[in-house]
């Protein structure tokens, strides 16, 4: 007994180090961070609270970028505002004429940014309302200008959201133009990344990236952002796509909350077909497994022998 | 009855610190989730809490930093969105390197030494080599270029920061 309480003495930096990653992995393997419930909940709306005290400090670099962005978004509105009028007539008598079936246009829920958090390369934003507001985990936020992200938690008068430049993101996304769709990821820096598209497609320098009907998590045709280079790279298959995000995460102020959530039993039947792939997987690596044991066991006879 | 008064006054001084490290931890969580991203440089921020870790192991030693730095760390998982563990097994893994220069008595010398941000960077880096490794996907073949560029800058950001406890515990010249 001695022994082991000496052994014990001994090693205990050791032996606490390990025991707490042990703690540490099984915590990790427990919790998923688009669970946020409970206690967790409350924290959020402590911190918006306190974050929102600090919302009122002024960023010069970012109120300049917004004056220079609104003032060229108020030229294109007010140019647009010119051809939507003629649009307005044109679509009545057009509509009357081949009976347009009107898309489901969301409800949408105007919030204020009142925090920002770069958690290691992630970014979210805090908005100002919450569940009192009807808003729920999962119901995508864009500006006029596009995408922003999506809401991945809420407590009573705050939500939590997190913004597309994130390397958890990855959205189905299309080419408005060409209607080629592919896959938007983010892998750093102030772009994002169009993946999956086969050089074939026809996907140019100035096209709009929107969200795809493909997506389980946005509603179909909202701006993502611009394509800025399209090229084919030596010895890869896919073009290499990089567009530029539409909305200026760096000046954003208010959003709007789309109350839009994925479809149940859409997301249940993605979620079996996953459980039934990793289940595949798994047996498949034991097999495996199994195989190169016996095929050991026969090398290390056949060298007794 | 002397050496009666002396333990006393050791522990008092013991408890002091660790009350002094809650209250810093607190403190340091709260600027990390508020105010950090004012002195963000293209989305990479330091990691202050990184430092306070390194300070504790390099203090009281490689037992009291780990059980600070789970501390520490799960409770920036707890305020912050992450997967809870992931700061704590960092941060553990960090006070358990920064541990390995501990040295009786000797604890500002080291502080105040260019050694110190030295086994900040050693340990920023390593951090955020297992932090990013959490968020790897298979499919993701970019970890080792997002790495260099996000990983290595955040590492450099920190221990540019760590310069101000190591200025505060510089040995002063006397005349």
């Known amino acids: ?305 | 009855m002397m050496n009666l008064l002396q333990d006393t006054q050791l522990k008092r001084n013991e408890v002091r610190r660790y009350i002094t490290y809650a209250i810093l931890s607190v403190v340091l969580i709260i600027v990390n989730l508020t105010v950090l991203d004012f002195v963000a440089i293209g989305n990479i921020t330091p990691d202050l809490l990184l430092i306070l870790c390194v300070w504790i192991s390099i203090q009281e030693g490689q037992f009291i930093g780990v059980f600070a730095a789970f501390i520490i760390g799960l409770t920036l998982d707890i305020v912050s969105i992450d997967v809870i563990g992931t700061n704590a097994l960092t941060k553990i893994l960090v006070a358990f390197v920064a541990g390995f220069f501990y040295r009786e008595g000797e604890a500002f010398k080291t502080i105040g030494s260019y050694k110190f941000l030295l086994i900040v960077f050693g340990t920023a880096v390593l951090h955020n080599l297992l932090y990013n490794f959490f968020y790897l996907k298979v499919s993701d073949a970019s970890f080792v270029t997002f790495f260099m560029k996000y990983g290595i800058a955040t590492a450099l950001y920190t221990t540019v920061l760590g310069i101000f406890p190591m200025l505060s515990k510089i040995p002063r010249k006397g005349y």
């Open chain 1, 1 to 305: 007994m001695q022994g082991l309480i000496d052994f014990v003495i001994k090693f205990k930096n050791y032996i606490s180090f390990v025991a707490l990653v042990v703690i540490s992995l099984s915590l990790i393997s427990m919790g998923s961070i688009n669970k946020i419930g409970g206690f967790r909940t409350i924290v959020i709306g402590s911190m918006g609270w306190f974050q929102e005290i600090f919302a009122w400090v002024p960023n010069p670099t970012a109120v300049k970028n917004e004056n220079k962005a609104l003032r060229e978004l108020n030229l294109q509105l007010s140019t647009e505002v010119t051809r939507m009028r003629e649009a307005v007539v044109e679509n009545r008598s057009l509509r009357g004429m081949l009976f347009y079936a009107q898309k489901p246009e969301y409800p949408f829920e105007t919030v204020e940014i009142v925090g920002r958090t770069t958690l290691q390369m992630r970014d979210y934003m805090m908005i100002n309302k919450g569940k009192n507001s009807g808003l729920l985990e999962g119901m995508p936020v864009r500006t006029d200008a596009g995408l922003v992200g999506i809401l991945i938690g809420a407590s009573n008068n705050y939500g939590l959201l997190e913004v597309i430049l994130n390397r958890d993101i990855k959205i189905s996304a299309k080419c408005q133009r060409s209607q080629y769709s592919g896959l938007i990821v983010w892998e750093g820096g102030e772009f994002l990344l169009m993946k999956n598209v086969p050089k074939s497609y026809d996907i140019k320098t100035g096209d709009i990236i929107v969200t795809s009907n493909y997506s389980q998590k946005y509603p179909e045709n909202i701006p993502i952002g611009e394509v800025i280079v399209s090229r084919e790279e030596k010895g890869e298959l896919f073009l290499k796509i990089v567009v530029k995000p539409l909305v200026n995460f760096a000046t954003i102020e208010q959003a709007f909350v789309l109350k839009h959530l994925p479809n149940p039993e859409k997301s249940l039947l993605i979620t079996e077909i996953d459980d039934k792939l990793k289940l595949r997987k798994l047996e498949a690596k034991k097999t495996d497994k199994i195989y190169f044991e016996k095929k050991k066991k026969t090398q290390t006879e056949n060298k007794k022998q």
